[in-house]
Structure formats: C-alpha cells, structure tokens
C-alpha cells in the first residue's frame, strides 16, 4: 500500500471510519471538487472591522476593497453586487463618496454572503466662542467666557455616536455629547483645537478650529477735565483747575449754575492692555442731588499699545437739579463696556460740586469760600430772594473760615488790620495774627492764631460779591456816616466832614446816663463814656468800638439791609424803619473829635425818621432813603 | 532831587553784618520794634532812616492807638530820634510817606484810620492838612510825596482800587482839589516821578496770587504830559514779573526802583531812551523796600524784614 493509502487508512482509523468507507471529510473533498463556493468574504482595505466581519466602517474618502474567497481559490463565477470592479480578480471596490451604509454581496453556488461597509464623514468643527474671526478662527476674551470654557463641536455624517465615538481630539475634555469637547480658554493666546476620523491605514478626515483669546482692555480714569461751569478761585491765591486727577488730594471743586449739565472730559490709563486693538465705550454715572445723570462716550479705540485712551468732553444726560447746592462728595461710578455687551465697572471718582443760583456776574472772581457758604447756606433756594437771605445765614454764626486754609476770617482783630482791606480780595488774601490777651500795642502778635483780617468795607463787600457769584445783581454797599451836627453836610464834602465824627458801637456807659438829646453832645469819650458790651463781629467778640463810619449791604431785592461785619439782618416795612432798626441795634451814641463833651446822643430818643445817620450808596454816593 | 534834613548823620561805618546770596552788601541794623515801614532821607549831613512805629501802649486796645515815627541815622544803631507821635482812633498800620519840608522838617503824609473809608492828611509839625476826596465815599490810601524837583509837597494817593489822585498844594499851603492822573482796577501802589525827561507814574495793579504782605502785581511807569494826561504807552518795568513793594526815585539820568520780589529784590535804573537796566539780588522775606539818590548821586535802598530789623546797602546810580 502505497503512502497516500497509509494516511487515509490511518484517518479512517482515527475518525472511527470503518476501513473501505468513504468518511465526511472525504465527502466535502469530493464535492468541493464537484462544486465551487464561496468560502470567505472581506473588505482588505479601506475600512475597519469592529471585530464583527461582516460590518465595516470608514471614512468618505476613496475607496475600500472587498475580496472574496472560493473553494476551490479563485473560483471564476463569483457574483458581486453593491460593488465596483476591483483590481483583483477576486476583489471589488466600494466606493466611499459617499456617506452611508453599503452592502456588498457575493455569490457562488451558495447562499450569498455580505459585508456591509458604513461611510462616515467629518464636515465641520466649530468653537462657541462669539466672535468669528477669518477661516475657523473664532474669537473670546479671557475673562469674559462662561467658566473660561468654549465648546468645540464636530459635524459628522451622520450625526451618530457611532460616528462621535470615533473622533480623535487633540484637545479638551469630554461633554455631554461625544462631538462636543469642553477647551479650557482661561488665558490669552491662540490654541488649535482639531479633530480626526479615521486612521492612518483608511485615511483621515480631520477639521480644526483656532481659538483667538484675547485680552479685553481695562481702563481707569486718571484724569477728568469739567468745563462749561466756572472757574473757582482758591480765595485769591490761585485760580483751581477744572481737573480731577487720579492721586491727588484733596482734587478742586468744581461749580456750575444750577439746571445745566455738567460737561466733562476723561483721560483713562490703560491698566491692562488689550491683545487685539479693540472698541470700548466708557461711561460715568452720578445721581447729584436726586438727579440721576450719565456721561457716555463715543466708541474708544484701544490699541494693544496704548498707555491712555480719551474720552472727549461730553455733557451730562440731566441737568444738575435747579436749585442752589453743595453736593460734597459727589461719585460718579465710571464704567466700560465690557465684549459681552455688559458693563464693567472701573472705579468712582468723587467730586465736591458747587451749584449756583444763576452765572456769576463777575467771572474770574467765584472765591471758593464765599461760593463755599453761600451754596451751603443757600442750598435748596431757587429764587433769588430766598436764596440771598439764606445766603446771608453765612455770617450769622460769625464764624467763617477760609477754605483756603480754614484760618478763622475776621473783623477788625486790632492787631491785624493793615492798610486798606476794603474790598473782598484783600479780605480773602490777608494774612495776619490775631491779637493776644493783653497785647495793648496794636501789633500782630507772633504767637497769635493766624487769621485772615478785614474791615467792614471788606466784609460788606464779600457779601455783594457772594450774590454776584450767584447772578443776583441787587446788593449794593452802603457806607453809613453820622451826620453830627444835626446839620447835614452841605457840598462840597470836606475831608473834615469824614472823619471828624463817628459813633459808638454797641453798647457804651454813659455816667451819667445819657440825655435824651438829638441835639449836642453831653459826655466826654473814654472818661464818662466808656466801652462796655461790644457788638461781637465776625471771628471777634470784642472790635472795636466806635468806627467813623461803616459798610452795610443793601438788597433792593429783599429790601433789607445786611450787616455781615456783625452777622446782622434788618427788615422792615419802609426803607426809613430798615434804617431805624439798624441804628437802634447797632450804636448807642456817637462821638466827635475834638474837645469834650465830644460823646453823648441817645439814639433810643429819637424817633424815626430822624435818624442822625447817612445811608450812601458807594456806587454813586447816593442817599439811601 | 537833593531832600534835607535836620537830623545830621553821617552815613559811614556800616555794622558789617552781609545777607549771603546778594550782590549788594546788606547791612543790618538791631530790630527796631514796631517797625511798620521805613522810607530814607538825606539830611544836611546824612541818610536817616525813617520809619513808623506801632506798639506804643493805650489805656486799652480800643482807645485812640498812637503811631510813632522816628528817624535814625543810617550810620548805626544810634537812638531813634521822634519826630511825630499820631493817634489814631482805631488800631493798625497806616499808610504813610515823609519828604521834607521847607523848614528842612520831615511832613508825613498819612492815612486816617476811619473804619472802612479811611482819610488823608499831611502833617508837618505844625498843622494836618486834610486831602479832600472826589467822593465822600471814596477810601484814600497809599499817599506818596511827589518825588523830583517839582514835587514841591504835592501828594498822589489812591481811591479805593480805582483812581490815582494828584493833590497839589495851592498858595495857601492847603491842598486843593484832586486831580485824577490815573483810572484802572485793582490799583495797588501809584508814586510820580519827576524825571528829568518828564512825569512818570509808576502803578502797581493786584493780581490773585499769594501775598507777601501784598498781592504781588506787574510795575508799569506810565509817561505824563504836563497836564498829568497820558503821553505815551505804559511800559512794565520789570518786564512781566510781579512785584510785591517798590520804592522808586529820581536820578540825574532818569529814576531807579526799587521792588520786593518772590526771590529777593530787584533793582531797575531807568534812564532816557534806553532800556531798563535791571539787577536782581535774591534774598528772602524782604519787605517794605525805601531808595533814594542821596548827594553824589549813590543810590541807597533799605529794606525792613519779618523781625522788625532794617536792611541798608548803597550802589552807584
């Protein structure tokens, strides 16, 4: 027996065949040899297999081969369908143009066989982020996105998990759905975000996105420019700017009239610089006495090198409210746009703002200490008698103080007054030292409090000029002489006449009393008439006591008369009883130059209108009647 | 102008005390207390020194105050010599100026103090002869004797801050109507010069600024005509700079002043024609400045400081 025979008589004997019998094997063989089939069918390449053979998988690119087994091999007479002819005789090619699902069969003398191939594809990748730059580049700002985190999608076809599943991420962490990945975008820069279907062996789709985080500026003011309003002066030392800057102490005040806008200019550091040159707008709101207003600028450009911005002067939304005021610390809460159309706040700026009745008269005069207590004292007034009596609250208490340098302003310490201090700037400019106890000398006194000194011409003078900051034009000064002798003057004035005869302030003892005479003098001064309470003046309780004449202010508005050297007010029915009411306050007789009895008249005696005073206007020497 | 006096002092062996930083050799005389303001004066034989003095006790402070004033030799810390013993009724530092009378006797031209409206009078030993205002209310402050050699006693003073007014002496002595040589605002100082190339008005406006016992001002001199009108454009003296207090007087080629500056001094000699020659010595708290052209043509300043003491120097016309 030759070996062929050997082994199948030793396969018999194995597989239990009895010897001369034809076992399965040797059937199959058989018909093998009589019947060709298909043995096996699948993709060799351009797609993968997830284990399961006849399900494949690729990505819409070229094209993917299906090979077909047959028994005997490379049996002829295989049947295709879904596929194209391929290279091989054996293989047919699918094409993956198309996204889908492909079915390819074949057949040969057997039930047909199958692989079914899906296509995928991978279309689009995209960021949330809200600006869309060139390409794929979107565009969000550090800071300003939701829990510094943008969403990359994917775009498949189709929009499966199956699909999902096998994307490839370069960066990020999974989200909610498997196309979906969460980048961290917490800090400028660019960052490429890509994604990949397929492999290196089926080829790969892959789309990507930029990420362009930028910077978003911050701004800060430094520095504000108001106009419109008016120049204070800084109680003649200087005039204040219309600046607030950033750091300095204490910043000027700043006055208006009431019932306009405040205009303002804003000069703002670029604290963090934006990455891209970008558009902000600025904007400062103030509520200033009840009234709400906002200052918005234009769009402000803002390049990634730039050390400030401006934002030019631009009116107030509102007016200031229409009536007299002093709104001390007045904020203005500055905001800038911020990219996601909300508002960013950047700091308050506060501010001490003066409000006038009306446009000073005298523009390059709005002493600060005057517009100080006349909107303070005057606040809430909106007519100009109302506000010129409240006004006057101002020296009532006598007891002012310069803003300047807050020294008490007095009248007539009697060491301290030099010269001339007739008008409101040399009361505002002087400097002195008040008298000491028991300095007797009429010396400013080294170790005195420093005051600021004037005389009546100079305090009724501030008073017309606090109006005049206010627009009210009404107030005059009036200078008061005695005209002792009975007689009134007759021109021309003599210099005699003016300073011959005075009166006596307050009160003076008379011992014996004093007669009631309107008509000579009975006492002789300092021996029978002597001092006693003094009219407390402004700063000081004890100036002095008799003057040759004085300055009073007088309202043709309010029609009364103003005493701001002693902080008094007198109204009456008749400019006469105004007159009356002023004399029977403010001196008890009057006095003369010159040998005794030089002192004496009873002011008490004598009824109105035989006053034994001149009421003059300074401006034109007329007789206040 | 050549002004006498009949205290005779000659002005020799300065005390050698010099102020650093100046030119000039200051020299100082003791503290003089009370010392409000000094102008100088050449006697027969010498500078005096003039000033006014205040601390001279009442029997209250509200009794008529008396102002003192005394001259000294410039030649030292000689005793004060008192010329004049003023009360006023209310307490302060007058405005004041000296020139000499025929008599060779000092004639101080002085406010009133009145209370607000303050009056002028020239007292010269003998009788106070009142400066009648324009107005009954004008205020009169800041009287200086005309300087030159027609100044003949007559006394420019101004009105409030409005009006530099001339008062000249009639041939009675008395000083008849004010004559207005010069209107403006904030008018601060006024004092006429008779130069040899005709009238000059310096004036000094207030400007805002911070006080050195004034408010410091642009000097201007301003050329009158003989009918005290303008004849020429103002000139600023010292250029633009401001200047608190100046002196000023007549030299034989035009006037020298004078002036306190936020630095120290500084001194302008003004001759016909030609530009302002101009020194500034630096020296702080100066104050109240005096010059005069004494015989032999120098020029002598003096100055007053913070603590009473009065500075002297002299330099060449």
Redesign the interface.
Known sequence: MGNKNKRKAAQDAADGVPDGQIGEDEMRCIESLIVPRLTALGIIDGAISGGNPAHWTTVQLGGATVRATTAPPDFPGVTWDGSQAGVAPMERTISRAVVGTFNVGATLNSPRMHVELEVFNLTALVSDLPIAVAGTTRKGYAGFIAGNITRVSATTEPAADKVWNQLVWSAGAADAQANVRAVTVAVPGDQTVTVTLGTPAIGQLQQQVVLHICAWPRLEVIELTFSQGHVINNDTAADFDRLWQHGRAPNPPQCYTRNTAMTLAATLRVVRAPTDPENVVVRGTATIGGTAMTWTSAQIAVAPNAATVAFAAVAASAPLPNQVGFHQGAQINWEMSDPNGGWLSIGTTIHNVYVTLGNPIVADRVYWTLLHYSCVNGAGSAAAGAFTNAAFGTYTGRNLVRKRDNKPMTYWDPSSVARVNGNTMALLGSDSRRHLPGDQNGLPAPGGEEVAVGHCGSWAESFVDMLKIHGVANAFKINIKNQFPMARPAPPVTAAIMADAGFLVAAWNFAPPVAISGTTLTHRQWVTCTTGVHAPGQSNPTPPPAFYNHFVVWCTGTNTLYDPSYGNRFAGATVAAVLQAWEMHSISGLFADGAPPNAGYATAAVPAPARRLIFRYTNNNNELV | MRRRLFLLTLFQGLPAMTLANTQLALHAFPPQP?A?RIRLLQGDAGVVVILAR??????????P?PTAFDSIGAAGPAKPTRLYTIEQ???????WDVTLGAAGKPVLAL???????????VHDGARQL????L???D?L??PRFVRGPRGAGAVTALA??RQVLLFQRGKDGQYGAARVIAEGK?LDNALLLDTPSGWVLLTRR?E????RGR?PGVLEARPLGSDFKPAGAAVPVFGAERIFHFDADVTEAGYAVVAVTAAGFALARVGKDQPARIEHHPHQALSGPASMVATGGMLYLGFLTPDQKIWLTKTAV
């Open positions: 009370g409000q205040l601390g001279e006790k009442s029997a209250s402070p509200y009794q105050s009724l209310l307490p302060g530092s007058p405005d406010n009133k103090f009145g209370g607000a409206i303050n009056s002028l009078s009142p400066l009648t205002p107005r009954e209310v205020d402050h800041d409030d801050d904030q207030a805002l600024g911070v006080q408010f």
